[in-house]
């Protein structure tokens, strides 16, 4: 029998209603604007102004048209690089998550270190990542290696759970845990993304989730810290936080003008 871990997460107080609210948010904008009117390059935009956010949120300095007219910036180049892959790596979440993530490691993190490190989950002998500066230090290896593999088989089995909650809880424990020596930010929040289009909230990705993070960013560490700390009171907050944060995203939309 297999155990359905993000059902009971959707259930904690007020998720299940914030979720609904998220979705419907996203949903009265592509009624609005009409799904099959939703072209490439308005899907290229709405993940161009996220892989900005995103950079920013991990620190770039680069403006939204320095991102778009190719800023060395590495953080940047590896944020853009992602949205080349992503819509062809989400269907894939369910069934490759972990593969799934290293690719966009080795997409996101090609500028931040030698080749060797990309798309390498780190193992005990080599140093704890600290790429997402004010959480607490990432668990060790062995800890990482065992929920990141538990988190890989929990999206592989059919969930009840609202796809935002369940693309919430990808972001957090890929933030948390850190498996890769860089870049674990970026690859948090594209996972996050990959895992709204693979389960139908936002399928031509049209929406900017990481903005929605970028412009709730005081929030987003301290969410963080309480998502590993305080138990399922923390990862209701996070919930919580993530469906202000895929409403922003749908207002934030290029869809939205």
């Not at 403006?63 to 992503?86: C, F, M, N």
């Not at 020596?181 to 895992?195: F, I, K, S």
């Not at 936080?241 to 939309?253: D, F, I, N």
Request: net charge negative; aromatic share 4%; hydrophobic share 45%.
């Amino acid at each position: 029998m297999t155990t359905d871990v993000f059902e009971p997460l959707a259930g904690l107080e007020g998720v299940g209603s914030a979720a609904r609210a998220a979705r419907d948010a996203v949903d009265v904008l592509l009624r609005d604007r009409g799904l099959r009117k939703v072209g490439a390059d308005m899907t290229a935009e709405a993940l161009l102004r996220g892989a900005h956010a995103s950079a920013a949120l991990a620190g770039s300095p680069a403006t939204l048209d320095e991102a778009r007219e190719g800023s060395a910036d590495p953080l940047v180049t590896g944020a853009v690089r992602i949205t080349g892959e992503l819509m062809r790596l989400a269907p894939q979440v369910d069934t490759a998550p972990v593969q799934v993530w290293t690719r966009l490691h080795q997409l996101a993190g090609a500028d931040l270190g030698p080749e060797p490190t990309l798309g390498h989950l780190r193992t005990s002998r080599e140093p704890v990542p600290d790429d997402i500066p004010g959480l607490p230090p990432a668990p060790p290896a062995e800890e990482m290696w065992e929920r990141l593999s538990a988190l890989g088989k929990a999206l592989s089995q059919p969930s009840k759970a609202p796809g935002l909650v369940v693309a919430a809880i990808v972001h957090a424990e890929l933030a948390v845990l850190r498996p890769f020596p860089t870049a674990n930010g970026l690859v948090a929040r594209a996972a996050e993304r990959a895992v709204l289009v693979a389960r139908g909230i936002d399928p031509v990705a049209v929406t900017v989730p990481e903005l929605g993070h970028w412009e709730l960013s005081a929030t987003y560490v301290p969410a963080l810290n309480d998502y590993t700390a305080r138990g399922l009171v923390g990862v209701r907050d996070w919930l919580l936080r993530s469906c202000e944060v895929v409403a922003l995203g749908a207002e934030r939309s290029p869809l939205a003008g």
